[in-house]
C-alpha cells in the first residue's frame, strides 16, 4: 500500500520576498474584522525584522521563546491565548522562526480546531479536523519543518510530532535574507540536521527513486555549503533544508534522530545540537557520513557543545533508551525489519554511554 501524501500547496521563494507577505494574507482575510496570529521568535523583538511584519488592525503578534523545545504545555496555553483574544476563530496563524517557532504554528493551528490538549495528539493521524490556515517562514535552514507533516512537541509522557496531513502548512515563504543573523554555530548545528536527513534517508531500507531524488540534491547543496562555502550559501541551505525534508517525507530518519530524541526528552537536549552529539558516534553506522560531517565541523571551527550532558546517571541512560526503543521506525529504515536483533536494548545503551561520555 502506497502512501498518499500531502504537500504544502503554496511556495514563494527569493531573497526580499517576505514583502509579499502582506499581499498574500490579504486573500485569506476573510471579512473586515477578521485577524491574523503572528508567532514570532523572540529573538526578533529588537531587530528590523520586527517592523516588517504586516499587522493589521486586530492582528494578534505574540513572541514565542523557544530557549526550550516546544512543548504540549506550550502549544495549550498559546492557544488558549489566542482563543480568548477574540472568542473566534483567526483567518490564520503565521510562524515566523526556526523549526520551534514553526512547530508551534503548526500545532497552535491544529489545536485552535481540535479539543482537548495536544498531548492528546502525539502520534499519527489523530488530529481529526482541518486547521485554520497556517504559514511557515523559517529563519534558520535546515530542520524541513517547513515541509513536513509533523510538529515536534515534547508532552508530558514523550517527544513526538502531531503528525498528519492537516499538520502540513497551506503556504511556505522562503526568503533566505531571514537567516542573516543566526550566530555560526547555530547555523552550523541546524544545517547539520539537514545533513543527517539526507545521510539517514540516502542510507536507509526505505530508500526509493522519490527520496533518493530530493535527499541527493540535497545533500550536495549541504556539501556547497558546508564543504565549499559556495556564494548564494544561505539560498542554498535553505533549498537543502527543504529538499532534505521531501527526501524523508517518503522514507525515514534513522539511528542518529532515533538517539536525539533520547537526549532531548531526558536531559532537553536540542535537536540541531543533540543530532551532532550522536552522529558523532555512529561512524560504525554511517562512515562516510561521519566522516564528511567531521570535515565540516573542521573546516568551520565548530565544537560540539557538551552543555546539559553533566552527570548523567545510568537511570537517565536508561531512560533515553525507553525513549528511542519506541521509534521503531527509524530503527527499522536504518537496520532493516530484524533491528531488534541487531541493535539490543544492551547495544542502544552503549551508544548512549559513548555519546555522553563523548565519543
Ligand atoms: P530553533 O527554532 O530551536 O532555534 C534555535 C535558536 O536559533 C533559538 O535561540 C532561536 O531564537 C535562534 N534563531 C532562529 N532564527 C534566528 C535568526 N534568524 N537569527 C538569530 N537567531 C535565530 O532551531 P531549529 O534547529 O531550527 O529547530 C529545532 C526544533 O525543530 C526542535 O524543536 C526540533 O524538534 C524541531 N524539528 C522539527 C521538524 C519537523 O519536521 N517539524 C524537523 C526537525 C526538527
Ligand atoms: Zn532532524
Redesign the pocket.
Known amino acids: 500500500m502506497f502512501r498518499n501524501f500531502k504537500t504544502v500547496s503554496h511556495v514563494i521563494f527569493g531573497r526580499g520576498c517576505f514583502a509579499q507577505l502582506s499581499e498574500i494574507l490579504s486573500d485569506r482575510r476573510k471579512s473586515k474584522d477578521g485577524f491574523m496570529v503572528f508567532l514570532v521568535?523572540?529573538?526578533?523583538t529588537e531587530?528590523p525584522?520586527k517592523e516588517r511584519i504586516p499587522v493589521k488592525g486586530g492582528d494578534l503578534l505574540i513572541w514565542v521563546n523557544?530557549?526550550h523545545?516546544?512543548t504540549t504545555q506550550y502549544v495549550d496555553d498559546l492557544t488558549l491565548q489566542v482563543k480568548n483574544a477574540q472568542n473566534r476563530l483567526p483567518d490564520g496563524v503565521i510562524g515566523i522562526?526556526?523549526?520551534?517557532?514553526?512547530?508551534l504554528a503548526?500545532a497552535v493551528s491544529l489545536m485552535l480546531t481540535n479539543p482537548g490538549s495536544s498531548a492528546d495528539y502525539q502520534g499519527w493521524d489523530l488530529i481529526k479536523n482541518p486547521a485554520v490556515y497556517h504559514v511557515g517562514i523559517?529563519?534558520?535552514?535546515?530542520?524541513?519543518?517547513e515541509?513536513?507533516?509533523?510538529?515536534?512537541l515534547s508532552g508530558p509522557e514523550k517527544?513526538l510530532?502531531l503528525n498528519s496531513d492537516f499538520t502540513l502548512f497551506d503556504q511556505m515563504v522562503l526568503d533566505s535574507e531571514?537567516?542573516?543573523?543566526?550566530?555560526k554555530a547555530?547555523y552550523f548545528?541546524?544545517g547539520m540536521?539537514c545533513y543527517v536527513?539526507c545521510v539517514e534517508s540516502l542510507s536507509g531500507t526505505y530508500l526509493n527513486a522519490f527520496s533518493e531524488a530530493h535527499g541527493k540534491k540535497a545533500i550536495e547543496l549541504c556539501r556547497e555549503v558546508f564543504l565549499e562555502g559556495a556564494p548564494d550559501s544561505d539560498d542554498k541551505l535553505m533549498m537543502a533544508s527543504y529538499m532534505g525534508?521531501m527526501s524523508i517525507v517518503y522514507s525515514q530518519v534513522g539511528i542518529c534522530h532515533a538517539l536525539s530524541y533520547g537526549l532531548?526528552f531526558v536531559r532537553g537536549i536540542?535537536?540541531?545540537i543533540g543530532n551532532c552529539l550522536a552522529f558523532d558516534c555512529l561512524e560504525a553506522y554511517y562512515p562516510e557520513g561521519v566522516r564528511e560531517f567531521h570535515q565540516m565541523m573542521e573546516k568551520h571551527d565548530i565544537p560540539l557543545s557538551r552543555k546539559g550532558l553533566e552527570n548523567v546517571s545510568p537511570e537517565e541512560v536508561d531512560r533515553m533508551v525507553d525513549v528511542a526503543v519506541t521509534l521503531a521506525p527509524l530503527w527499522e529504515n536504518a537496520l532493516g525489519p530484524d533491528w531488534q536483533r541487531k541493535m539490543p536494548r544492551e547495544k542502544m545503551k552503549k551508544l548512549y554511554e559513548e555519546i555522553v561520555a563523548g565519543g
Request: glycine share 18%; no cysteine; net charge negative.
Open positions: 521568535d523572540d529573538v526578533f531587530k525584522l523557544v530557549d523545545e516546544p522562526g526556526g523549526g520551534s517557532t514553526m512547530d503548526k523559517p529563519t534558520l535552514s535546515g530542520t524541513g519543518a515541509v513536513s507533516r509533523t510538529a515536534v517527544k510530532g531571514l537567516t542573516a543573523g543566526v550566530p547555530q548545528y541546524t540536521d536527513h525534508g532531548a536540542h535537536h540541531g
